[in-house]
Every structure is written in structure tokens, then in C-alpha cells.
């Protein structure tokens, strides 16, 4: 087995995680403690050509592969510490974009995807409600058929981007009787609309560069050319890609966090002195530094793994899952060593590791938890 990137995959890592030093690290401590978005970073980030990443280039993206895409996500974590950012970029890309690829009509993509590569319409997929996540089939979102048009009720929330988005992609049920494999429809659900509103703002723990919305629907009129992918087959087919590649693809984020934590800490471990000499002298300080290079590996080979082989077209459901749910945890296990490690220091923000471990938390939650994956896992192998 060779597991090494290629050259040009080095580079290319290499040139994003130099461009987010330069451009995205330099403010993240400021926005962060704002809870800004930032359309100056988007603008930057847009133009060094990340936001059309596995966009075709027939509609102005890159072409990139699931592993390429995670890969730059991964880089852009590692140099810029802006893990809000990367939420944004990773629902862009992954549920924001590969549904309107995956599942568009051409019209459908000729109009959005090539302003979305280009940055200047930002995705989101909304299919979260406040009383159904994990389970999803029990939504209560409906949009019936009147005439030409479909008739949109209802409420998302945890919108990633929803506030910022021209478009966003609505999963709701179509067929009160059917079961959920036929009874949900999937929308692109303009937001200059009537009777649609960005119905309330979250706070949340990490990932406060990036906003996170919940919004309402109230008699909104879909047109039927808004209707995404087959009609009925939404969860099972829309949302599952969605899901598959936020699983393959956006845990890299943490990868990187997880990397420029080490970073910090192998440094803070040599200069630091403690009873007159660097803690890094310390077993249980060793220990932890070693326990977070473990999880990184791991961490990484997962991800890379379930990108691999989903742009192999292998099975990679176990893989994927495995990845999500291990990725999950071991963020938050090395953010909080990096807490400990750094001491009171690390209990502030202006050390960065503080922000990591609030961040890292949504690891083991968003795009299906941690709890759910192991149920996947098991189903598999139960059978
Ligand atoms: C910052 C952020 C951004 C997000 N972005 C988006 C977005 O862009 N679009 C979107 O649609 N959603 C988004 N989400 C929603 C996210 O995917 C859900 O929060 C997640 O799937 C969990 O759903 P829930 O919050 O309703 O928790 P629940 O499903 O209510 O779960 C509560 C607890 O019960 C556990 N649980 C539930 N069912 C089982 C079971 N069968 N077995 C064992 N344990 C179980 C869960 O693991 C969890 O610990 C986002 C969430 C956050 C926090």
C-alpha cells in the first residue's frame, strides 16, 4: 500500500495552507470572538478558487474529487484556525453545490453553479427541523401541489449559510402517506421569495465564524422547475449523497485542527519551561503530545480512506462512517489535551487551542452524530 499524496497534491495543499496563514489566520481571533461572518475572507477564499472546488469545470468549478476537495479543507484548517470558515466552505461545497450537480437539470445548474464556483451565491441544504435530526422521516416541513405550484409550510433550523444563501436546497414532504422512501421532495427555494424568512440567528459554542440559522416558510410558492432530482426520493437519494459526502469530505476540517493543535503544542512543549526546564521534558506531557499524534494518523487515514474510496466508486458506507465517528470523538479528545497541555493559557483565547476545543466539539455532532454512525456501523455488521 502506498499512501503517500502526489507531488501535485502536496502543492496544491501546501499553496492552500500558505494562502490561509496569510489570509484567513491573521483576523480569526477577532471574528471569532465577534461571532462575525466575514464576506472579505469568503471574497478571498472565492478567488483563490476553493468555493467551486468539485464543481465540473463545464459549469466554471475545478472537477476536484472527493479526496482533493477534503484535502483543501484539511489545508485550509491546518494554516487559517478558522474552523467557522471551514463549515461554511465544507456545506458550501459538499450539500450546498453536489446536489445541484448531482441532481440538477442542466437549467438548474447553468443557473447556479457557476455563480456558486465563483463564490458570489453561497450554498446550504436545509433539512434539520427543531424536532426532527437524526431522524430525519419524522419532518414535518410539507409542500402540497396546487395547481403549477408547490405550496411550501414549514420550519429548518441549523441552517449553516442559510442566511447567506440566493438558494437554498429544501427537503420536504411531498406525500403525507407514502412511505419516506417515496415521500419527500427536495426543493431549490429562492430566498428572495414570499414567505420565506431567515426566522431567527444562533449562538453557538464554536464555530462562531460561520452563521447558523433557522428559517420559515410560510405558503411559500415553489415553481415545479425548482424541484430538485426525482420527485419523492429526496431522503434517499438527495440527502444521501449530501450525507455521504459531508461524511467523506468535512470531518477533514477537523483533521486539520487536529494538525496545527500538534503543531502548537510540540512548540509550546519546548518553550515553555516549568521547574527549570521545558515541560516537553515531561512524561505525561510526552504522553499527551504522542496520544495526539496517534489520533491524528488515525483520524487522517479514515478520512482519506472513505474520500478514496468513494472516488473509486468502492462501497465506503462502513468507511465513511467509521471515519465520522471516529474523526468526531478524537477531535475533541486532542483539543482538550491541547487545553491541558497549554495550562491557564489554554483556558484563554488568545492561544488559539481554546477556540479548537469549542470548535471541535461539532465534529462528533453535525452531518449525523457520532451515536447515529456507530448505529450504522453495527448495522452493517450485524447485517
Ligand atoms: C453548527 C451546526 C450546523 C449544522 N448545519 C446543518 C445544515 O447546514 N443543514 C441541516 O439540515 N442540518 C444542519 N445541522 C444539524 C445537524 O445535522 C443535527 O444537529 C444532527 O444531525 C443531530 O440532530 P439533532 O440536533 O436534532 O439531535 P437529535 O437527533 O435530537 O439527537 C439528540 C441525541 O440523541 C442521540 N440519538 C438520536 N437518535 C438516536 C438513536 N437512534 N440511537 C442512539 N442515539 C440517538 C443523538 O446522537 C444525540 O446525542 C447543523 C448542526 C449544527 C450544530
Given amino acids: ?40 475572507v469568503w471574497a478571498r477564499v472565492a478567488g483563490f478558487g476553493l468555493a467551486g472546488l468539485p464543481v465540473p469545470e463545464a459549469y466554471g468549478g475545478s472537477g476536484a474529487d472527493v479526496l482533493t476537495t477534503g484535502l483543501a479543507l484539511e489545508a485550509l484548517a491546518h494554516g487559517g484556525r478558522d474552523a467557522g470558515l471551514n463549515l461554511s466552505l465544507g456545506a458550501h461545497l459538499t450539500i450546498g453545490c453536489m446536489p445541484i450537480v448531482l441532481h440538477g437539470t442542466e437549467e438548474q445548474r447553468q443557473r447556479w453553479l457557476p455563480r456558486m464556483a465563483r463564490g458570489e451565491s453561497i450554498g446550504a441544504f436545509a433539512i434539520t427541523e427543531p424536532e426532527a435530526g437524526s431522524d430525519t422521516a419524522s419532518m414535518r416541513t410539507s409542500a402540497r401541489r396546487e395547481g403549477d405550484v408547490f405550496v411550501l409550510d414549514g420550519t429548518k433550523t441549523f441552517v449553516t449559510n442559510g442566511g447567506l444563501a440566493d438558494v437554498v436546497t429544501v427537503v420536504a414532504r411531498t406525500d403525507p402517506d407514502a412511505p419516506a422512501s417515496q415521500a419527500f421532495t427536495a426543493f431549490l427555494v429562492e430566498t428572495g421569495w414570499a414567505g420565506f424568512e431567515v426566522s431567527r440567528e444562533l449562538h453557538k459554542l464554536g464555530n462562531r465564524t460561520s452563521p447558523t440559522v433557522e428559517l420559515s416558510f410560510a405558503g411559500v410558492e415553489v415553481p415545479e422547475a425548482a424541484v430538485l432530482g426525482e420527485p419523492g426520493t429526496a431522503l434517499w437519494k438527495v440527502g444521501f449523497e449530501c450525507f455521504d459526502w459531508e461524511r467523506c469530505c468535512m470531518i477533514a476540517s477537523a483533521v486539520g485542527g487536529m494538525h496545527r493543535d500538534l503543531d502548537e503544542c510540540v512548540r509550546y512543549a519546548r518553550e515553555r519551561e516549568a521547574f527549570g526546564k521545558p515541560i516537553g521534558d515531561f512524561g505525561a506531557i510526552q504522553h499527551k503530545l504522542a496520544q495526539m499524534r496517534i489520533r491524528l494518523e488515525n483520524a487522517r487515514f479514515l478520512q482519506r480512506q472513505a474520500a478514496w474510496r468513494k472516488d473509486a466508486g468502492e462501497e465506503h458506507q462502513l468507511e465513511a462512517s467509521m471515519a ?41 455532532i453535525g452531518g449525523g452524530t457520532t451515536e447515529i454512525q456507530e448505529l450504522l456501523i453495527a448495522r452493517q455488521l450485524l447485517g
Fill in 1 to 40: 500500500m502506498d499512501l503517500r499524496l502526489t507531488e501535485e497534491q502536496e502543492a496544491f495543499a501546501a499553496s492552500v495552507r500558505a494562502f490561509a496563514r496569510e489570509h484567513v489566520e491573521p483576523t480569526v481571533l477577532e471574528r471569532d470572538r465577534a461571532g462575525r461572518w466575514d464576506p472579505d
Fill in 324 to 364: 465520522k465517528a471516529y474523526v468526531g470523538e478524537a477531535a475533541v479528545a486532542s483539543a482538550l489535551d491541547a487545553v491541558q497541555l497549554h495550562g491557564g493559557w489554554g483556558y484563554v483565547d488568545e492561544f488559539h487551542v481554546e477556540r479548537s476545543l469549542r470548535d471541535a466539539k461539532l465534529a462528533a
